[in-house]
C-alpha cells in the first residue's frame, strides 16, 4: 500500500532563476513558497578600455550552465524536477551572426568580445545626436535617452565597425538572447524592448490583458525614429534583426528548452521557459508583494496599494522601480513604459549608474584600504561591516550627538558615472568636499558614510520628484547587494523619512527570474498571482523619529543640491575660457 500512495504522491513545484549581472552568473531554485532551496555563482570575463566594458556571450552562457548545475547540486533538485525557468540579465547588447555565432563590437576585433555592457559610455556623443532629435519617442524615457541604452551603441557600431555592422543577423538585449538560446525562439520581451530599445509597448493596450498572455506581431517600432537617427536599415525585414515578434514577461518561449540547450544545464528538454526581464525588473518583480500582511482593508484596495511603492535594486548601480496605473511623464526619469515589468501597469524607473561601484572606489582608493582588507580578513568580515562598527565607535569618541552627524564636515555629490536620474546628466562628476590630509581608517569611515548619505539623497531626489510628478510613493522595498548593508538601508530610512521593508529571501533578483518559469509552466494565470504566492516579506527598517536627525538631514541635502547647482555654474566658466 506505502508503495501505491507513493506513487501518487504529486510532484512538488521547483522553479529555476538565472540572474546574470555585471561580474557573475548567479542560478537559484525556489518552492512553491518562494523559498530559496539553494544558489550558485559563476564569474564572467569582463574587459575593461576606457569608456568600452565588453564581455563574450559564449562565455556568459558556459558560467549560466555552471551556476545552474551547481545550484542543483547544493539544492539537492534534479533537472527533471525543475518545473519552469526563467532569465534575467543585465541590459547589455549582445551582437550575434547569421549563425548564432558571435560578432566583435570591440575595437579589438576579438570575436569572443561580442556584448557592449550596460555600464559602457562610449555612446555619449551618439546618445546627444539623438536626442537633439525631438523623436516622439523620447518622451517616454524622460525625454531624452542615456548611453546606456541600445540606439546610441548601435548608432556607435555602425559608425565605427561598419564590418561589423554589416555581419550581424541579430541584435539583442542579454536577457533575450538568454532565452533565444535555451530555447530558440528569438520573441523579445516587452521590458528589454520598451525600456531600452524606444519600443512603444502600449501599441498593445486595446489587443490583450496580461492573463491573455501570447505572442505578438510587433507594432510598436517608430520606423521614423530609427530612419532619422541614421539606423533606417534596422527597420528592413520587419525589425528582423532587433526584433519581429514581443511578448509579456513569463510568457512560453518556444517548446521550452532545446535538447542541446538542456543538455548543457543538466535539465530536461521541454521544461518550459518564460519571457525574461532586465536584472532590475526581476528584482521588482520579486519584491514588490513583499509586504507585511495589512488585512482585509488594504486587500480590497490590492491594485492600489501597489501604486504607493517604490522597489530599489541596489547592486553595483541602483534602479528605483515604482508602478502607476495612470501614464506619469516624469522629466529626466525613464518611463512611462507601459507592461515592462508588471503586465498592465505603467513603469516608472528612476536610477544611479553607480551606487555600490561608488562605495568600492571610494574605499579602494583610499590610503587606509590595505589596511582595512587586512583588519577585515583577520576578523572574517566585510569592510562594509568594519567600517560600520568604526563608525559606531566615533559616536562616543567624537560626543557626535546621532551616528549620522559624524559627516558635519564632509559632503558627497554622489555622480562619479554621471547622473541617470532625475536630472539626466552623463556629464555630471562626483565631488566630495571637506577633504584634509588625514589618511586614518577613521576617516575613511567618514568618508564611506558621507558617500552612503550622498547616494541616499539621490534616492531622495528621485522620489521627491517623482512623487511631485503624480506619484504616491510612501514605502520602500530594498533588495540587492547593498541591501544587506544595515548602515546602507537605516540611512536611506532616515533621509526619506518612510519604512523600508527587506524581503523574506534576499535574492530577489533570481527569484524574479523564478517567477517567470512558474508563469510559464502555468502554475499561475498571471505574473501578478506568482508575485503575490512566492513574494514575502521580511524586516522593516523604521525612519528614526529624532527630529534632530531630519533637520540634519534636511540641510545636508541642500548642500547635496548646492553642490550640483556649483558645478552647472563651474562648467559654464570652463567652457566660456576656452571659448
Not at 148 to 175: A, C, I, Q, T
Not at 554 to 570: C, G, T
Request: proline share 4%.
Amino acid at each position: 500500500m506505502s508503495t501505491a500512495a507513493a506513487t501518487t504522491t504529486p510532484r512538488r513545484s521547483i522553479f529555476l532563476g538565472v540572474d546574470v549581472g555585471t561580474g557573475s552568473a548567479r542560478a537559484g531554485l525556489f518552492d512553491e513558497s518562494g523559498k530559496l532551496l539553494g544558489s550558485a555563482s559563476s564569474p564572467i570575463q569582463i574587459w575593461k578600455e576606457g569608456d568600452c566594458v565588453e564581455q563574450s556571450s559564449t562565455d556568459i552562457w558556459h558560467a549560466i550552465c555552471a551556476a545552474v548545475k551547481s545550484a542543483c547540486s547544493l539544492a539537492n533538485v534534479s533537472g527533471d524536477e525543475v518545473t519552469g525557468m526563467g532569465f534575467a540579465a543585465t541590459c547589455s547588447l549582445v551582437a550575434v551572426d547569421a549563425d548564432g555565432s558571435p560578432v566583435t563590437v570591440s575595437w579589438s576585433g576579438d570575436s569572443r568580445r561580442n556584448v557592449i555592457v550596460w555600464m559602457d559610455h562610449r555612446a555619449v556623443k551618439q546618445a546627444e545626436n539623438i536626442n537633439s532629435s525631438n523623436s516622439p519617442v523620447l518622451q517616454y524615457c524622460g525625454g531624452a535617452l542615456s548611453p546606456e541604452m541600445e540606439p546610441p551603441k548601435l548608432l556607435w557600431v555602425k559608425e565605427n565597425l561598419p564590418e561589423s555592422w554589416s555581419m550581424v543577423f541579430r541584435w539583442m538585449d542579454l536577457s533575450d538572447w538568454l532565452s533565444y538560446r535555451a530555447t530558440g525562439d528569438d520573441t523579445r520581451s516587452l521590458c528589454t524592448t520598451v525600456c531600452k530599445w524606444t519600443y512603444l509597448g502600449h501599441a498593445h493596450m486595446q489587443q490583450m490583458n496580461g492573463k491573455d498572455s501570447r505572442i505578438m506581431e510587433t507594432c510598436g517600432w517608430d520606423d521614423d525614429f530609427w530612419e532619422e537617427i541614421g539606423l533606417g536599415d534596422l527597420v528592413d525585414g520587419h525589425h528582423a534583426k532587433i526584433g519581429r515578434s514581443v511578448a509579456f514577461p513569463g510568457h512560453p518561449l518556444g517548446s521550452g528548452l532545446t535538447p542541446t540547450a538542456a543538455q548543457e544545464l543538466g535539465l530536461v528538454a521541454g521544461t518550459p521557459v518564460g519571457t525574461s526581464l532586465i536584472d532590475a525588473h526581476a528584482g521588482g518583480v520579486g519584491i514588490m508583494e513583499s509586504v507585511p500582511e495589512l488585512g482585509s482593508e488594504a486587500k480590497e484596495n490590492d491594485n492600489e496599494a501597489i501604486c504607493h511603492r517604490m522597489a530599489l535594486i541596489c547592486g553595483t548601480s541602483t534602479c528605483h522601480m515604482a508602478v502607476s496605473r495612470n501614464k506619469l511623464f516624469i522629466p529626466g526619469v525613464w518611463g512611462p513604459f507601459w507592461s515592462a515589468m508588471i503586465p498592465e501597469y505603467w513603469l516608472t524607473e528612476g536610477g544611479q549608474s553607480a551606487t555600490g561601484a561608488l562605495l568600492d572606489y571610494i574605499i579602494e582608493n583610499h590610503a587606509a584600504s590595505p589596511r582595512l582588507a587586512n583588519r577585515a580578513a583577520s576578523l572574517k568580515i566585510s569592510m562594509f561591516e568594519l567600517l560600520s562598527n568604526t563608525i559606531k565607535t566615533m559616536i562616543d569618541e567624537l560626543k557626535s550627538p546621532f551616528l549620522a552627524a559624524l559627516t558635519e564636515h564632509i559632503h558627497v555629490l554622489p555622480d562619479f558615472h554621471g547622473n541617470r536620474s532625475p536630472i539626466a546628466d552623463p556629464k555630471s562628476k562626483g565631488i566630495v568636499f571637506g577633504l584634509t590630509l588625514e589618511t586614518s581608517e577613521r576617516q575613511l569611515a567618514l568618508l564611506y558614510l558621507a558617500t552612503v548619505q550622498g547616494i541616499a539623497y539621490g534616492t531622495r531626489h528621485i522620489v521627491e520628484h517623482c512623487n511631485t510628478h503624480g506619484h504616491k510613493i510612501d514605502t520602500l522595498l530594498a533588495c540587492g547587494g547593498l541591501s544587506k548593508n544595515s548602515l546602507y538601508i537605516q540611512e536611506h530610512a532616515d533621509i526619506l523619512g518612510c519604512p523600508i521593508v527587506l524581503p523574506r529571501e534576499s535574492e530577489s533578483v533570481l527569484l524574479g527570474a523564478a517567477i517567470l518559469g512558474a508563469v510559464a509552466s502555468k502554475k499561475y494565470s498571471s505574473l501578478t498571482e506568482a508575485m503575490k504566492a512566492l513574494n514575502a516579506a521580511g524586516q522593516v527598517i523604521h525612519p528614526s523619529k529624532n527630529p534632530k536627525v531630519k533637520k540634519y538631514h534636511d540641510a545636508k541635502y541642500r548642500i547635496f543640491h548646492e553642490l550640483y547647482e556649483q558645478q552647472l555654474s563651474q562648467r559654464s566658466i570652463m567652457a566660456q575660457a576656452l571659448e
